[in-house]
């Protein structure tokens, strides 16, 4: 049964309607739609609701808890592959099942409300656990490592970055000071006592944002985003779709310049006389500003406040 906490999920309606043309297109060519971070399988399960049985949904996550919680989630006719994988070997992924090109992609970046949740899981600062935050537990770099074995330049650079935590420096000499850690909550309380009391006034849970820092490290997030937009449009066929959500504005700007990069039909510098680059446009960019979650959703889901959705199409 579908444990409806595992994770709801954001701009499901947005989501659809930026997808419909290729879900509603009545051919009677299958369509293959990949849910590249399928998590809980909120979206998929929509997707999949409006896909038939000659057509493919591939859903992948590297976190080898999603499907089982949730598998039995999708009722459709459709034919369903769940992988076990980073999105960012989407190219090896789609060639070992066979699948040259593909109509659709969407990823919705990020922790699922479960990887959160389950305190064993180490990603949260209010529920104790294991320094872990892996979303592919059979890798190797845990969260432990990151807080224990980093150097404080290093350190004080991810949580700088990552987390634009403007403490960053005091956090990180209170965190070398204090190691070994070993549990989440260690590691908030020293957090929060690193941070002026008045923390909690402007800037919300004084380890959230070294969290999210330590998060993204651990699982590279912001590394891979990049490959998987080149290689998820690359696989795309011609007037097929992306759709990526995002919720942290480092993850959006690779986003947007990877789509400015694809839609450019031409990367010479600029006054060259003739265009030498040999680039040509492939996507198409639908929407020129993100789409944001409405109201009415932020207010039942305030996790929907942060997300950006970009849409591509593909062109000849
Ligand atoms: C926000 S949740 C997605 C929720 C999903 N859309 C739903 O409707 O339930 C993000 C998911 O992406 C997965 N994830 C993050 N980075 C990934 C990557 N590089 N490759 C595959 N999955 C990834 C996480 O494990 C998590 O389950």
């Excluded at 057509?55 to 769940?82: G, P, Y």
């Excluded at 403007?166 to 309380?189: C, D, F, G, H, W």
């Amino acid at each position: 049964m579908y444990n409806v906490t595992y994770h709801v999920p954001v701009l499901t309606k947005e989501i659809l309607n930026g997808l419909d043309d290729i879900l509603q297109k009545s051919n009677s060519n299958q369509k293959i739609v990949v849910d590249a971070t399928a998590g809980g399988l909120g979206h998929s399960s929509e997707i999949a609701k409006r896909l038939k049985s000659i057509d493919k949904l591939i859903c992948i996550d590297k976190d080898s808890e999603a499907f089982k919680h949730n598998a039995d989630r999708i009722k459709s006719d459709c034919k369903v592959i769940f992988i076990n994988d980073g999105f960012e070997n989407i190219t090896q992924i789609l060639k070992n099942n066979n699948i040259e090109k593909i109509d659709a992609v969407l990823a919705d970046l990020g922790v699922s409300s479960h990887q959160i949740d389950v305190p064993e899981r180490g990603f949260s600062y209010t529920k104790d656990g294991p320094l872990d935050m892996r979303m592919n537990q059979t890798q190797q770099r845990d969260a432990h490592h990151v807080v224990n074995n980093y150097t404080a330049t290093r350190l004080e650079e991810v949580i700088k970055t990552f987390g634009e935590e403007r403490y960053a420096r005091q956090i990180t000499s209170a965190i070398v000071n204090a190691r070994p850690i070993e549990t989440t909550m260690q590691l908030a309380k020293i957090i929060t006592d690193a941070v002026p009391g008045n923390y909690y006034k402007t800037g919300g849970h004084p380890a959230k944002r070294t969290f999210q820092a330590i998060r993204m490290e651990v699982n590279r997030e912001l590394e891979v985003l990049e490959k998987f937009v080149y290689d998820a449009t690359h696989a795309l066929k011609d007037g097929g779709r992306i759709a990526i959500i995002t919720f942290h504005s480092l993850e959006d700007r690779i986003v947007k310049h990877a789509f400015k990069y694809l839609e450019s039909p031409c990367v010479c510098p600029p006054k060259t006389p003739k265009c030498i680059c040999g680039k040509v446009q492939e996507l198409k960019i639908l929407t020129k500003k993100p789409i944001v979650a409405s109201n009415d959703e932020v207010n039942v889901n305030p996790r929907a406040s942060s997300a950006k959705l970009r849409i591509g199409e593909k062109v000849a």
